[in-house]
């Protein structure tokens, strides 16, 4: 393949004119298109045009289809044309990323984060490689290390509007509904291609969804349509939120069809067969007219089966779910969808509680596994379902067993800033010293950072030192001045933090001064003053 790409490049060095690839579409698959291989030497900024080009196909797509398959291709190339290159390294960060968001990655959060730390490390450095760092870090849920990679991409590219959508999404991930909302204002009046608005828009119906604001939400998602109704995506994520979030099946197959009449898709047809089965199964609770199902399932593009694991992850789904075993059509608990999920393990990650008891009463396996090694319990954890949490450990589900990753349970609910979660864990039996890649102190070092005085103090009661250290990591004091919690500083001091002990030379001291943060400043004197 070497020789045959060096083959293009010679042929295009001698035949093709930058001014040839003067617009915005290159040929940047060189597979489809020869003599594109040799144009890194006659078109300036290639590399970056071809990544905005696989990043714009991904946007646009709805699955498999072939616009990401394109996008693919396109990144491969790059790479393998340049295998230095920070935006095809960027362009495979945000490739895994979009497989995820469309449920269908072959990869791990942390091999996507792997890949853009790798492409952040091109020189010259990029701004995109930091955000798509930012993004798989807000999916790992180390805030702390998302919002060092958005200083350092605004740093590079203070008007980059990926960068500027991205501030606004970890702002919004961070708690500040009322940043993030005005930040997104201010994308939303820089934008002016309507695509670009739209993705702006459908950014922020996913925060206001977040925040439950849901009738906000469905405006903004109905403005993302609006905005470029030829944009297949928009269409399709408006059915989604109408059946997943509001439960209006009505709504959401009208939605479902009019994309359809954009470009016949499977997302498509899927959306419309889920809000027959949701019609179905509201019919089947206020009476008896139960045997449609046999019609219903014979025209769906999902099997019963299906819908019974999807309809466990939504709360607005769970009449399916219900209906379906109240009509024994589904009767085996431990079926799965396509990436090894349970219906017991999506009740537990999206906090259904009603169907959660239900499922363990009938006898659903506790702790069941994904095809990523998941079970029930770290996806409660990870997204802090306390009462979740509490009916599976009373249920004697394991509390100290790590995934294929090397997470357990604890480690999760740590990172993810969870600190009710930490502590019923805790209480539960979960072991910080049995936290898989993750040792105790690691785990104090993340509640520090992510100024979690919850978690802090469970895990200091649990006996976690708060002076360890391994060679080359911060104390916790440390993390918690540069976190800039003052509560989580001085209960630190207060349960004996050492605040003489020093990284990379520095103390405690030392980062509150950098810091310029007085009132940190005051509390490290204070403890210096009854320490004489």
Same mark, same amino acid.
């Given at each position: 393949?070497?020789?045959?790409?060096?083959?293009?490049?010679?042929?295009?060095?001698?035949?093709?004119?930058?001014?040839f690839?003067a617009?915005?579409?290159?040929?940047?698959?060189?597979?489809?298109?020869?003599q594109?291989?040799?144009?890194?030497?006659?078109?300036?900024?290639?590399?970056?045009?071809?990544?905005?080009?696989?990043?714009?196909?991904?946007?646009?797509?709805v699955?498999?289809?072939?616009?990401?398959?394109?996008?693919?291709?396109?990144?491969?190339?790059?790479?393998?044309?340049?295998?230095?290159?920070g935006?095809?390294?960027?362009?495979?960060a945000?490739?895994?990323?979009?497989?995820?968001?469309?449920?269908?990655?072959?990869?791990?959060?942390?091999?996507?984060?792997?890949?853009?730390?790798?492409?952040?490390?091109?020189?010259?450095?990029i701004?995109e490689?930091?955000?798509?760092?930012?993004?798989?870090?807000?999916?790992?849920?180390?805030?702390?290390?998302?919002?060092?990679?958005i200083?350092?991409?605004?740093?590079?590219a203070?008007?980059?509007?990926?960068m500027?959508?991205?501030?606004?999404?970890l702002?919004?991930?961070?708690?500040?509904?009322?940043?993030?909302?005005?930040?997104?204002?201010?994308?939303?009046?820089?934008?002016?291609?309507?695509?670009?608005?739209?993705?702006?828009?459908?950014?922020?119906?996913?925060?206001l969804?977040?925040?439950?604001?849901?009738?906000?939400a469905?405006?903004?998602?109905?403005?993302a349509?609006?905005?470029?109704?030829?944009?297949?995506?928009?269409q399709?994520?408006?059915?989604?939120?109408?059946?997943?979030?509001r439960?209006?099946a009505?709504?959401a197959?009208?939605?479902a069809d009019?994309?359809?009449?954009l470009?016949?898709?499977?997302?498509?047809?899927?959306?419309?067969?889920?809000?027959?089965?949701?019609?179905?199964a509201?019919?089947?609770?206020?009476?008896?007219?139960?045997?449609?199902?046999?019609?219903?399932?014979?025209?769906?593009?999902?099997?019963?089966?299906?819908?019974?694991?999807?309809?466990?992850?939504?709360?607005?789904?769970?009449?399916?779910?219900?209906?379906?075993?109240?009509?024994?059509?589904?009767?085996?608990?431990?079926?799965?969808?396509g990436?090894?999920?349970?219906?017991?393990?999506l009740?537990?990650?999206?906090?259904?509680?009603?169907?959660?008891?239900?499922?363990?009463?009938?006898?659903?396996?506790l702790?069941?596994?994904?095809?990523?090694?998941?079970?029930?319990?770290?996806?409660?954890?990870?997204k802090?379902n306390?009462t979740?949490?509490?009916?599976?450990?009373?249920?004697?589900?394991?509390?100290?067993?790590?995934d294929?990753?090397?997470?357990? *349970? @604890?480690?999760? &609910?740590?990172?993810?800033?969870?600190?009710?979660? $930490?502590?019923l =864990?805790l209480?539960? #039996? /979960? !072991? +910080?010293?049995?936290?898989?890649?993750?040792?105790a102190n690691?785990?104090?070092?993340?509640?520090?950072?992510?100024?979690?005085?919850?978690?802090v103090?469970?895990?200091l009661?649990?006996?976690?030192?708060?002076?360890?250290m391994?060679?080359?990591?911060?104390v *916790? @004091?440390?993390? &918690?001045?540069?976190?800039?919690?003052?509560?989580? $500083?001085?209960? =630190?001091?207060?349960? #004996? /933090? !050492? +605040?003489?002990?020093?990284?990379?030379?520095?103390?405690?001291?030392?980062?509150a001064?950098?810091?310029?943060?007085?009132?940190?400043?005051?509390?490290?004197e204070?403890?210096?003053?009854?320490?004489?």
């Open positions: 393949m070497a020789g045959a790409a060096s083959a293009h490049i010679a042929l295009a060095h001698e035949a093709v004119s930058p001014e690839y617009g915005d579409e290159l040929p940047c698959n060189y597979r489809r298109y020869p594109g291989s040799g144009i890194t030497r006659n078109i300036p900024d290639f590399q970056r045009r071809c990544f905005l080009q696989a990043r714009a196909r991904m946007q646009r797509a699955g498999s289809d072939v616009n990401l398959s394109e996008a693919e291709a396109i990144v491969r190339a790059m790479l393998e044309l340049d295998p230095s290159s935006y095809g390294w960027a362009g495979l945000e490739l895994y990323l979009r497989q995820e968001d469309l449920g269908i990655s072959q990869v791990s959060h942390w091999k996507a984060a792997e890949v853009a730390e790798r492409a952040t490390h091109a020189k010259p450095a701004a490689a930091f955000v798509a760092l930012c993004t798989a870090q807000m999916r790992l849920g180390c805030l702390p290390c998302a919002r060092e990679a200083k350092r991409a605004k740093g590079l203070p008007e980059n509007p990926q500027q959508l991205a501030e606004a999404v702002l919004s991930a961070d708690g500040d509904r009322l940043g993030a909302e005005s930040r997104f204002s201010e994308v939303l009046e820089r934008a002016t291609e309507p695509q670009a608005r739209s993705l702006t828009r459908l950014e922020l119906a996913e925060h969804t977040r925040y439950g604001d849901l009738d906000a469905q405006r903004a998602f109905e403005g349509a609006e905005d470029d109704p030829s944009f297949l995506v928009a399709l994520r408006l059915a989604s939120f109408l059946l997943f979030e439960g209006q009505e709504a197959g009208e939605a009019r994309s359809g009449r470009y016949a898709t499977y997302e498509a047809r899927r959306l419309k067969s889920l809000a027959d089965y949701l019609k179905w509201v019919q089947c609770e206020r009476s008896d007219r139960c045997r449609e199902i046999l019609k219903i399932a014979q025209r769906a593009v999902v099997t019963p089966e299906e819908v019974f694991v999807l309809a466990a992850g939504h709360r607005a789904l769970v009449p399916v779910a219900r209906a379906l075993l109240k009509t024994k059509t589904v009767r085996d608990l431990e079926v799965r969808d990436e090894g999920n349970t219906a017991l393990i009740a537990a990650r999206a906090d259904n509680l009603e169907l959660l008891r239900t499922l363990v009463d009938q006898g659903a396996k702790n069941a596994q994904n095809s990523h090694g998941a079970r029930p319990l770290s996806l409660a954890a990870m802090g306390a979740a949490i509490e009916l599976l450990l009373s249920r004697r589900a394991e509390p100290s067993f790590v294929q990753d090397g997470n357990s *349970p @604890l480690a999760l &609910a740590t990172l993810a800033h969870q600190g009710k979660a $930490v502590v =864990l209480r539960g #039996g /979960a !072991d +910080p010293n049995l936290a898989g890649r993750w040792s690691d785990l104090l070092n993340a509640a520090c950072a992510n100024g979690d005085l919850d978690s103090k469970a895990l009661d649990r006996g976690v030192d708060p002076n360890a391994a060679p080359e990591q911060r *916790p @004091l440390i993390s &918690a001045v540069m976190s800039g919690s003052k509560p989580v $500083v001085a209960y =630190l001091l207060e349960r #004996g /933090a !050492d +605040p003489a002990r020093r990284f990379a030379g520095r103390t405690a001291m030392d980062f001064r950098e810091a310029g943060d007085w009132g940190m400043i005051r509390i490290l204070a403890q210096a003053h009854r320490s004489i």
